[in-house]
């Protein structure tokens, strides 16, 4: 199996006045491509840093970061802004842990937004229905976030960052503010997404029945890999 992802000793130092907080250190994993990762661990324990670096929205402090065989950071960024941005953009779609919907734009804006910085996609709309018939908003489409249930919300950032077909989904809490009904229709997207697409998913959650989808685990301790 090839590896989209190799981390070697990845450090995240924070500095908050005198204090230096190890918000990742010296994680050390390889991802494979195809794989469901489940990434656990208390609460500041860095799952959200972890993925932030990994998916490229973060710098780590040490380290070296490979993503498809390239190098991203060795000690030093590598790439230039625009070659980040292309990363970002074509390899990753992203499931913050809060939703950041847009209040003033419709669902189908929010779901739209990546796009946006790829005008020359413009054949988005056979996409765009697809996804939302598949996650089940198409009905919601000209609705703004506040009018939505949390469920519908998540949802929605789900469809966000499936817009641009990307080959690795970072999902940071997908059903941290769900029922256990809606958290399972989530747990069931994600399979499917992952069996049907071969999407790669870094999957962050405190729920152990959402985690157990994983076939490889991540535990975190201190910003430590455990
Ligand atoms: N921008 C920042 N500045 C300073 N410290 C930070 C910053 N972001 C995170 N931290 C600290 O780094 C540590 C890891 O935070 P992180 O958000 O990665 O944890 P987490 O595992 O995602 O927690 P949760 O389960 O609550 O979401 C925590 O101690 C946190 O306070
Ligand atoms: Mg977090």
């Known amino acids: 199996m090839s590896k989209i992802i190799e981390a070697e000793n990845l450090t995240k130092i924070y500095e908050r006045g005198a204090e230096k907080i ?23 324990s860095g799952k959200t840093t972890l993925v932030n670096v990994l998916g490229c929205l973060d710098n780590p402090t040490k380290g070296s970061l490979k993503i498809e065989g390239r190098q991203i950071f060795d000690g030093n960024i590598n790439l230039s802004e ?42 988005e709309d056979k996409n765009l229905k697809r996804i939302m018939e598949s996650l089940g908003i198409e009905k919601r489409k000209d609705h703004l976030p506040g009018q939505l249930s ?23 809490e997908p059903t941290g503010n769900l029922d256990s009904k809606r958290s399972d229709e989530i747990k069931d997207l994600l399979v499917n997404l992952n069996k049907n697409r071969g999407i790669t998913i870094i999957l962050v959650t405190h729920n152990p029945q959402l985690a157990q989808i994983g076939n490889s685990f991540i535990e975190l301790r201190d910003g430590k890999v455990i």
Request: aromatic content about 10%; hydrophobic content about 45%; cysteine-free.
């Open 82 to 123: 625009a070659e980040l941005t292309r990363i970002r953009r074509n390899i990753f779609g992203y499931v913050f842990q809060k939703f950041f919907l847009i209040p003033t734009l419709t669902v189908k804006e929010n779901i739209l937004l990546p796009s946006v910085f790829q005008p020359e996609l413009k054949t």
């Open 22 to 44: 190890y918000a990742l250190n010296n994680a050390a994993f390889s991802i494979n491509k195809g794989e469901i990762v489940s990434v656990t661990g208390p609460s500041g």
């Open 150 to 172: 949390g469920g519908e919300m998540q949802r929605v950032a789900l469809a966000r960052a499936l817009i641009n077909n990307p080959s690795v989904l970072i999902a940071d």
